[in-house]
């Protein structure tokens, strides 16, 4: 088809920087084509808190006349993205999705945004979160919750806490955009929307100038509509920062894009224990058992796994962790009846009201415990598959808000590990399904493979929300 026929919104990331760097689309035609697409669809969609259009403009057009003169900065040079309402940039407003912060400036810029720049890439806008990152459903009381696109009828859930991230990289808003992900909140957007998500290992990716929510679990990662994009991102993403002392001292990351292609045959992969099976739905089990199975005949052998803790008793412990460190940093807030605060963000803070330093300390060091023998468990194996979720998205109005859909992600942060949500199937109603690849710390690349050969074998992260065509 003639690149003229090609509606701009619809290309992957990579095809986008392989177009500009041959000069056969412009920057300018691309944030014209997602600017308007934001226009006709955000109205319902709901997924940006802010898009920053005149200041796109102007950074696509410097971008086209940089491109055009031989001084492209790098290979992303005039790709847009997206970024969570977390990542500060400096004068600009970052809520963390509280209506409290409605009007805070922003006092520095992230280094994370600082890298994107240095790419000269352009910002499109801030995305919506769940407030204070606190939450898995992606819902937002005062500031609105963003529409799952895969179902144009009903309200269903986006999947949080980078529920606006999610939502504008599925509905072709932005062609990919960072989420954060302290209990699974970049996977579990990826998952209900349809998209190739990566949780980042604790210290592969600055988090200096982001709104934490847990310092010791928070990991910014990429949202993408294929691995090949999510780790074209990450590959510029990740590397030490003086302001974030952890990312000194994690593992050099080499070129996650050189072995991406190499394929699973040797590779030894998991399945998760028979009894974790329980609690998940029968089309989310289908996809699961079809995913092992062709990841099987490409020449993966899959094996059995015990594990030394279930995924539940994870879960609980990770949310004692984040309801500490979070209550922490915004107790004050929480505990002001008189502030606008979700309801039922106020209650998953306050729990860490009620534990000690004694019992949070302990926690510490369980989890310390916890990782070694999940180490053990996992020697000889290269990854661990599960679904992402239990279940396909929800209709809003259903959520219990006393629970978390992190059932299968939150163990991921506990224990420092890092892992990749791809999509894997539909359910019969058209809304996606998804596959978790679980690797060891600083194993970015070993995940990132996996996902890239099953997308090879695949295609369901070719498909398209429905009603969006214009």
């Not at 990579?14 to 920057?27: N, V, Y």
């Not at 194993?443 to 996902?451: F, H, P, Q, S, Y």
Request: with cysteine.
């Amino acid at each position: 088809m003639p690149l003229a026929n090609i509606d701009p919104s619809l290309l992957p990331a990579h095809r986008l920087a392989a177009e500009i760097a041959a000069r056969r689309l412009s920057p300018v035609a691309i944030v014209e084509a997602l600017l308007a697409r934001i226009a006709a669809h955000d109205p319902k969609l709901h997924a940006f808190v802010e898009v920053y259009a005149d200041d796109a403009r102007l950074a696509a057009e410097a971008a086209e006349k940089a491109i055009r003169a031989g001084h492209a900065v790098g290979p992303l040079h005039g790709v847009p993205i997206a970024l969570k309402d977390l990542i500060d940039i400096e004068g600009r407003v970052t809520t963390g999705g509280s209506m409290v912060w409605r009007d805070r400036r922003s006092p520095v810029t992230a280094t994370l945004a600082r890298r994107f720049f240095g790419q000269g890439m352009i910002v499109l806008g801030k995305t919506h979160t769940v407030e204070f990152a606190m939450g898995g459903w992606g819902t937002n009381q005062h500031m609105g919750t963003p529409w799952n696109p895969w179902d144009p009828r009903e309200h269903r859930t986006p999947g949080g806490s980078s529920s606006g991230t999610g939502v504008a990289v599925a509905a072709g808003f932005a062609p990919w955009g960072i989420g954060t992900d302290t209990g699974g909140s970049v996977r579990l957007p990826a998952s209900w929307c349809g998209l190739s998500g990566l949780k980042t290992t604790i210290g592969r990716v600055s988090t200096y100038g982001i709104l934490p929510l847990a310092p010791s679990l928070d990991t910014p990662g990429p949202l993408a509509r294929s691995v090949e994009d999510a780790a074209l991102l990450y590959s510029v993403m990740h590397g030490p920062d003086p302001l974030d002392p952890r990312t000194l001292s994690a593992p050099p990351q080499g070129d996650v894009t050189a072995g991406m292609r190499r394929g699973v045959r040797g590779l030894r992969l998991a399945r998760m224990p028979a009894a974790e099976r329980e609690g998940c739905t029968a089309e989310m089990l289908a996809a699961y058992d079809a995913s092992l199975d062709a990841l099987a005949r490409l020449g993966a052998e899959i094996v059995e796994l015990a594990l030394p803790c279930r995924f539940a008793d994870a879960t609980v412990m990770t949310g004692r962790i984040i309801g500490s460190e979070g209550y922490q940093l915004v107790g004050e807030l929480v505990d002001n009846p008189a502030l606008p605060i979700d309801d039922s963000v106020r209650p998953r803070i306050q729990i860490g009201r009620g534990v000690s330093a004694r019992d949070y300390l302990g926690a510490l060091v369980e989890r310390d415990a916890l990782k070694r023998r999940f180490l053990a468990a996992l020697d000889g194996v290269d990854a661990l598959l599960t679904p992402t979720t239990q279940t396909p998205a929800v209709r809003v109005e259903t959520v219990d808000q006393s629970t978390t859909p992190a059932h299968f992600t939150r163990l991921v942060n506990l224990l420092e590990l890092c892992a990749l949500s791809v999509p894997n199937g539909f359910s019969q109603t058209g809304l996606p399904l998804s596959l978790q690849i679980v690797c060891r710390p600083y194993d970015e690349a070993t995940a990132l493979r996996i996902g890239w050969a099953y997308q090879d074998a695949t295609d369901w992260h070719e498909r398209r929300p429905p009603g969006l065509d214009s």
